[in-house]
C-alpha cells in the first residue's frame, strides 16, 4: 500500500512539473526510445543478417539454429532498453516501472530458454535410434512438449514473484475453487496418460492409416492431449487421446498384405470341361504372379449355383499395403481372369429371366 502512495506521488509530481519543462523531457524521451527502435532496426538488417550469411557456409546447422533463438529476443532487448531510458528521462521511478522492467528481461530470458530446447530435439532423436524404437519421434516431441511446458511455467512463476504474489499461498488460498479447477482438469489428465498409454502399446505412429472411433486417415501428430487425423477428404480430425486408448484401432498401414475377395459368374452354357479349366487356369495364374501373396491362403473354388449363373469364389491376398499398388494388382489379376474365361470359351453371365406362356383354350 505504501508503494502504491509513493507510485501516485511521484506520478503528480511529474504532472505538477509538466507545465515547467514536461514537454522537452517528454519530447527528449520519445527521441530517445526511438533511436533504440532505429538501432533494432540497424540490429536486424546489419548484424543479424551478417551472421545469418556466415553461418549459411558452415557444415554444421547448429550455428544457424543459434541464431535463430537469440535473434528475436536480442531485437526485443532493444525495445526494452529504450522503454528504460525513456522512463529515466523522465524521472519515473516507482515500483510499477522497476517490476515491469524486470519482467520482461526475465521473459526474454525465458524465451531464449524455451527456443534453446528444439537444439536438444536432434541428439535425443538419434539417441533413441540407437535403440531401434519404431516410436522415437513420437517419444522425443512428447518429452519436449513436456519440457516446454515446464520451462515456461517456472517463467511464469518467476514473473508473478516478482510483482510480490506468493505462487504457493495462491494455490493453498483456491480452496474449494482448487478442488473445482482439479474435477476440471480431470479429462486433461485422462488424455495426458491416454498419450502415454499410446506411446507405451506402439499402437499408432505418425504417417500410419488407421481406423479408430468410425474416424478414418493418417496419423499426423500425437500429442499430450489429443491426436491428429488426416482424412482421405483431407479433413483434419482432432481425437481426445484418451478416446483413442479406449477404442479398438485399426491399423491398416501394419497388415503388409491386403486381401482381395470377389466372386464371377460364368453362363449356364459353360460345360463342366469348361468351368474345370477356368478354374485351374486361374489357380496356376495367382501361384505365379509375383505381386500375390504365396504365404497366405488363395482360394478359387466354383461353390453355388445361382440364379443366372455359375458362381466362383476367389479369395488371395496382395502383396502390399499401399491403396493404389493394391488397385493396380487387383486390376492386374482380373484382367487376366477375363482373358482366361475368354480363352476357354465361356463367357460372364448377367441376370436373365425366362417367361413361359400358357395358352389355356389349347
Do not use: C
Amino acid at each position: 500500500m505504501e508503494d502504491f502512495i509513493k507510485d501516485i506521488s511521484n506520478i503528480q509530481t511529474f504532472i505538477d512539473g509538466f507545465s515547467e519543462y514536461g514537454v522537452v523531457k517528454i519530447a527528449i524521451a520519445l527521441m530517445a526510445f526511438f533511436l533504440f527502435l532505429f538501432l533494432r532496426k540497424l540490429f536486424s538488417l546489419i548484424v543479424i543478417k551478417s551472421i545469418k550469411k556466415i553461418t549459411s557456409k558452415t557444415k554444421t546447422d547448429l550455428d544457424d539454429k543459434l541464431v535463430k533463438i537469440f535473434s528475436e529476443p536480442m531485437k526485443f532487448l532493444f525495445i526494452i532498453f529504450g522503454l528504460s531510458v525513456f522512463l529515466s528521462i523522465l524521472e519515473i521511478k516507482t515500483s510499477f516501472s522497476q517490476n515491469l522492467l524486470k519482467s520482461l528481461f526475465t521473459f526474454v530470458i525465458f524465451w531464449i530458454f524455451y527456443g534453446s530446447i528444439e537444439i536438444i530435439k536432434e541428439p535425443i532423436f538419434k539417441f533413441g535410434k540407437k535403440f531401434g524404437s519404431d516410436l522415437t519421434k513420437e517419444i522425443t516431441d512428447f518429452l519436449l512438449k513436456i519440457i516446454k511446458i515446464f520451462v515456461a511455467s517456472v517463467g511464469i512463476v518467476s514473473i508473478l514473484q516478482i510483482w510480490g504474489i506468493n505462487v504457493s499461498a495462491f494455490i493453498a488460498s483456491l480452496g474449494l475453487g482448487g478442488l473445482a479447477f482439479a474435477l476440471a482438469a480431470k479429462d486433461t489428465a485422462a488424455n495426458l496418460f491416454g498419450s502415454l498409454a499410446i506411446l507405451a502399446d506402439k499402437a499408432i505412429k505418425t504417417g500410419e492409416w488407421i481406423k479408430v472411433n468410425g474416424v478414418e486417415g493418417v496419423v499426423e501428430d500425437i500429442g499430450m492431449r489429443t491426436t491428429k487425423i488426416r482424412t482421405f477428404e483431407k479433413s483434419l480430425i482432432t481425437i481426445p487421446n484418451q478416446i483413442i486408448a479406449n477404442n479398438p484401432i485399426e491399423n491398416f498401414s501394419r497388415r503388409g498384405i491386403r486381401r482381395i475377395k470377389t466372386r464371377i459368374g460364368l453362363d449356364y452354357n459353360t460345360t463342366n470341361e469348361q468351368l474345370s479349366k477356368i478354374i485351374q487356369d486361374i489357380k496356376s495364374m495367382l501361384k505365379s504372379h509375383p505381386e500375390i501373396s504365396q504365404d497366405s491362403t488363395t482360394i478359387v473354388n466354383f461353390d453355388r449355383f445361382d440364379d443366372s449363373s455359375l458362381s466362383i469364389f476367389l479369395y488371395y491376398f496382395a502383396n502390399t499395403a499401399n491403396w493404389k499398388r493394391y488397385l493396380d494388382i487387383k486390376e492386374d489379376t482380373y484382367l487376366k481372369i477375363i482373358e482366361i474365361v475368354e480363352k476357354n470359351g465361356s463367357s460372364f453371365a448377367f441376370p436373365t429371366r425366362s417367361i413361359y406362356l400358357h395358352n389355356e383354350d389349347k
